[in-house]
């Protein structure tokens, strides 16, 4: 737990779909002969062959599908910015107010080349070529003044090089903030988090971003997040049942009333193994 001060006389605050992942099915797998073939059985999963660095998917209308048996992508820690503009509730006539912060995470590999992953509507995968982002954190403050922490969740597509279902959870405060922890939502002391009672509020959006295997780094990263939004994680659908992308700025500009958010950019950069 961690502990964050700060004095203020006033605050203007600065600034899918679901992939899950296990073992392969015995009616899926890649072969380990020298011919290398897998097929599927009675549970209707297509099969692999594998030779090399290369495996080939059946589809069940037969066309073949080469991919990747070798990760480029690589698990372990990382660490990066987050910047941006923010407007809230308790920013003077909605006026945006930048955002700056460090970014923390780490990149959980699924499992080995001989396992297959099941995105769901998509072809399974090796599941060396999914990486699940855990402890993702982002911490910071808003003009240099108010501090805010975001919990960050997600999943790494190896093979199209993209962050999916990526979602920030963030809280901001204008005094002492709690860090979250084992994933928990940060809480500010001394009140609700409810803008209305002038201590801070919550806001949450995707989170999207490349991958660069030559530097092993989260590149050209995107984040936008509504105060509509707050507790909501993605999976779902929005305050009133539509679409999350309903109560998102396309501009990333928050206007307000009743209309509070912020956008900006994030990266993060391989720094040591797990």
């Given at each position: 737990?961690?502990?964050?001060?700060?004095?203020?006389?006033?605050?203007?605050?600065?600034s899918v779909w679901v992939l899950s992942c296990g073992a392969s099915?015995?009616?899926?797998?890649?072969?380990?002969d020298e011919g290398?073939?897998?097929?599927?059985?009675?549970?209707?999963?297509p099969g692999f062959s594998s030779s090399g660095?290369?495996?080939?998917?059946?589809?069940?209308?037969?066309?073949?599908?080469?991919?990747?048996?070798?990760?480029?992508?690589?698990?372990?820690?990382?660490?990066?910015?987050?910047?941006?503009?923010?407007?809230?509730?308790?920013?003077?006539v909605g006026v945006p107010i930048p955002v700056a912060g460090n970014v923390s995470l780490d990149l959980d590999q699924e499992g080995s080349a001989d396992t297959t992953c099941h995105?769901?509507?998509?072809?399974?995968?090796?599941?060396?070529?999914?990486?699940?982002l855990k402890n993702g954190t982002i911490t910071g403050t808003a003009d240099g003044l108010f501090p805010y922490y975001c919990v960050m969740t997600g999943t790494l597509d190896c093979q199209s090089k993209v962050l999916?279902?990526?979602?920030?959870?963030?809280?901001y405060c204008a005094g002492l903030i709690v860090d979250g922890e084992g994933g928990s939502p940060a809480y500010c002391i001394g009140g609700s988090t409810d803008g209305a009672a002038g201590i801070g509020g919550r806001f949450a959006g995707p989170l999207t971003a490349?991958?660069?295997?030559?530097?092993y780094s989260f590149v050209n990263g995107y984040w936008n997040g509504a105060e509509a939004l707050a507790g909501n994680n993605g999976m779902m659908p929005g305050p009133d049942g539509g679409s999350v992308w309903n109560y998102l700025s396309d501009s990333g500009l928050y206007l307000g009333p009743g209309d509070f958010g912020g956008s900006g950019t994030w990266n993060g950069t391989w720094v040591v193994d797990q």
């Open positions: 737990m961690r502990f964050h001060w700060v004095f203020a006389t006033a605050l203007m605050l600065p099915h015995s009616s899926s797998s890649f072969g380990d290398g073939s897998g097929s599927g059985s009675d549970s209707g999963d660095n290369t495996g080939t998917f059946t589809s069940p209308d037969g066309a073949l599908v080469r991919i990747p048996l070798k990760g480029d992508c690589r698990g372990g820690h990382y660490t990066g910015t987050f910047t941006g503009l923010y407007t809230s509730v308790l920013t003077a995105p769901a509507g998509e072809l399974p995968v090796p599941c060396n070529q999914v990486f699940t999916d279902e990526g979602w920030i959870q963030c809280t490349e991958y660069d295997v030559s530097s």
